[in-house]
């Protein structure tokens, strides 16, 4: 099993639609969680982080759910400039920190 | 005023040769970087430094050969390429867990 693992999609939905992607990782020792947007060749740039209580920034919500491992992302009133890959990032000490980035999920957003 | 600089952006070059690239940052960040993104867009770190000392080292062949002359650099050697060496490498640096990524240097072995 992948130490994460993100459905690769894509996901093509219209603008102004709610979508929402998950991400498990395997690594009960996981502590910090992130998302990454990564657009067409370029690179990755933080999008935000994942508390465990749930944070939103405008139109997207991150919520970690420990129990189940795994994280989530939504966002609302999708725009054509959401089309994007998203990367699920895990980071986990293991007598170390250590960085996964998911494969990413894509999403393409129409007019 | 680029965070993470990279060169060069693009590399096309014969299966045999060595060739370098190079990174430098100007965020004044301890731990630097360098990322493999392969045509199915897995990004995987090879290499991680803290101030100069190599502290990951993922399995990487040992044709890949980094080199930090000071904290704020980063350069990366590959001798005798190889086609599956074709890809995009990265290089980043960060603060905490925020990592921030340089723009890419696409290399294509043929």
């Known amino acids: 099993r992948k130490e994460v693992e993100q459905d690769p999609g894509p996901f093509n939905v219209p603008e102004g639609a709610t979508v929402a992607f998950n991400c498990t990782y395997s690594n009960s020792a996981s502590q910090s969680f992130f998302w990454y947007r990564q657009d067409c060749r370029k690179e990755p740039k933080l999008l935000m982080s994942v508390y465990s209580s749930g944070n939103e920034d405008g139109r997207f919500t991150a919520q970690l759910n420990r129990a189940s491992q795994y994280i989530s992302l939504l966002i609302r009133d999708s725009k054509l400039s959401d089309s994007a890959t998203y990367l699920c990032v895990v980071i986990f000490n293991t007598g170390g920190f250590k960085t996964i980035f998911g494969a990413g999920t894509r999403l393409f957003v129409k007019a | 005023d680029t965070a993470v600089s990279q060169t060069p952006k693009y590399l096309v070059t014969q299966m045999g040769n060595d060739k370098s690239i190079k990174c430098e940052q100007n965020?004044?960040?301890?731990?630097m970087y360098w990322y493999k993104q392969d045509s199915k867009k897995f990004l995987k770190i090879m290499f991680s430094y803290n101030n100069k000392e190599l502290i990951i080292n993922e399995t990487v062949p040992n044709r890949f050969s980094p080199k930090s002359p000071d904290k704020a650099h980063l350069n990366l050697h590959i001798n005798s390429l190889e086609l599956g060496d074709s890809a995009v490498y990265f290089c980043?640096?960060?603060?905490?867990?925020?990592?921030?990524f340089g723009e890419g240097s696409w290399l294509t072995v043929v």
């Open positions: 965020l004044g960040h301890d731990t």
């Open positions: 980043a640096s960060s603060s905490g867990n925020t990592i921030y």
